[in-house]
């Protein structure tokens, strides 16, 4: 007798499998633009790449020097939890360079990527159905990675009005009416390029310290400002939790090396979720990060580039048409209002890819509610390849106002 096709092998009716609901989240659409850009180079077209935030120069030459005399001379193998000595030092080191401030390096922990360093952080402070205030727009990972931890993500809308930063009256009226577990904030922002003022970042640290809401501080844009200097939330609170990473001023974005400076009471809870996670940062990318602190002279060579790309962008841009942007105080983007042409940023961007071979990123990416209307141009590019975007966009025939 045949078997019931619905039956499992112990004759119990076969049970429907379905992937996870906490895997249930958006994608990351600037990677699928990525992917579709990818796609048409490969039919040999020639697209240039304003849609992701990485920079066009490889890590510096002595972060490269040291990897070579590493691979002669060391194992590669694991590394403590917390990361190499030198490195979680020369960290430490950083603070006391760039902002006068002094962290011990048993505060540092080493981890692959930013990425590794949220969720390693939500993981320590958040639990399941935690409330944790995200700026909108903003970096859509970090809703994506707290959903998929089973937290929720209340979203502080910010704009021209604000300099698309979060006030302390928006985020205490959120609480009040919410119940907040944390705040997490970007400064300099993706996508819109913002810095916060000091006097506000305090403001809204000492809220989350005297209110019992964690603080978690996004700062791997610091180093990328075109003016006043960006500031670290350790100038106002021990407790704030600081996420950087390596990717962005350092050029190191497929090396996948990161960190977190987190308050002494939570370096042996994310030692923990690192051993059982990660168990270490990748060796060889430690090494080139120890390396990368020598390469200073280069980094800045680099952000002059993007400083000069970004002048370029605020001149032919407005020339093009789009002449509405967030405050380009630092980073590598510009965030566009592009209503005047398009109330579908998605079909908008696809568009720009397909005719002239641009890349750009959709604001629905950064803001759900507002994005249809925006786009984000990132500037990490060469400077030869800055110029031939902004002449294909000059002369693509779609920049011309509805009527």
């Given amino acids: ?7 499992g092998s112990n004759g119990m009716p076969r049970r429907a499998r379905a992937p996870a609901r906490r895997s249930d989240i958006a994608s990351f659409i600037v990677m699928d633009v990525m992917r579709a850009a990818a796609a048409l180079e490969a039919q040999g077209r020639s697209i240039i790449h304003m849609e992701v935030g990485q920079p066009g120069t490889s890590a510096p030459d002595t972060a490269l020097s040291a990897v070579r005399s590493a691979l002669d001379a060391h194992t590669l193998g694991y590394t403590a939890a917390l990361g ?12 006391r360079d760039n902002h006068g401030i002094d962290v011990d390096a048993s505060r540092v922990i080493v981890c692959t990527g930013s990425s590794a360093a949220f969720l390693l952080a939500f993981l320590a402070v958040f639990d399941t159905g935690a ?6 727009p903003g970096y859509p990972c970090y809703r994506h990675i707290l959903s998929a ?25 959120l609480d009040r009416d919410q119940g907040l577990d944390g705040l997490l904030i970007a400064s300099p922002a993706n996508p819109t390029g913002t810095v916060i003022e000091p006097v506000r970042l305090a403001e809204l640290v000492r809220y989350c310290n005297d209110n019992g809401l964690w603080f978690i501080s996004d700062e791997i844009y610091h180093g990328l400002t075109y003016g006043v200097p960006a500031t670290t939330a350790l100038a106002f609170s021990d407790d704030a939790i600081i996420v950087n990473s390596f990717s962005k001023y350092h050029s190191m974005t497929g090396w996948r090396i990161g960190w977190l400076v987190v308050p002494p009471s ?15 940062a ?18 800045e ?11 370029l962008l605020l001149k032919a841009l407005p020339e093009a048409g789009i002449t509405a942007f967030a405050p380009p105080d ?24 397909n005719e002239i071979g641009v890349a750009i990123t959709p604001g629905l990416d950064f803001d759900e509610a507002r994005g249809h209307r925006f786009v984000r141009f990132s500037y990490a590019g060469t400077e030869a390849d800055m110029i031939e975007g902004v002449r294909r966009i000059a002369n693509w025939p779609r920049l011309q106002p509805q009527r």
């Fill in 84 to 95: 190499m000595d030198d490195l979680r030092g020369r960290i430490a080191q950083s603070y």
């Fill in 282 to 299: 990748p060796a060889v990318s430690q090494i080139a990060a120890i390396g990368a602190y020598e390469g200073i002279g280069e980094l």
């Fill in 149 to 173: 931890l089973g937290c929720v993500s209340p979203l502080i809308e910010t704009g021209p009005a604000t300099r698309w930063m979060p006030t302390l009256d928006a985020l205490s009226a």
């Fill in 301 to 311: 060579r680099n952000r002059e580039t993007y400083a000069k790309n970004r002048e």
């Fill in 266 to 280: 939570l370096v042996r809870v994310v030692e923990r979720l690192q051993q059982n996670l990660f168990i270490s």
């Fill in 330 to 353: 630092g980073a590598f983007y510009l965030y566009a209002d592009v209503s005047a042409f398009t109330d579908d940023s998605l079909s908008f961007a696809s568009a720009m890819l």
């Fill in 131 to 136: 409330k944790v205030a995200l700026p909108s």
């Fill in 1 to 7: 007798m045949k078997d019931d096709e619905n039956a």
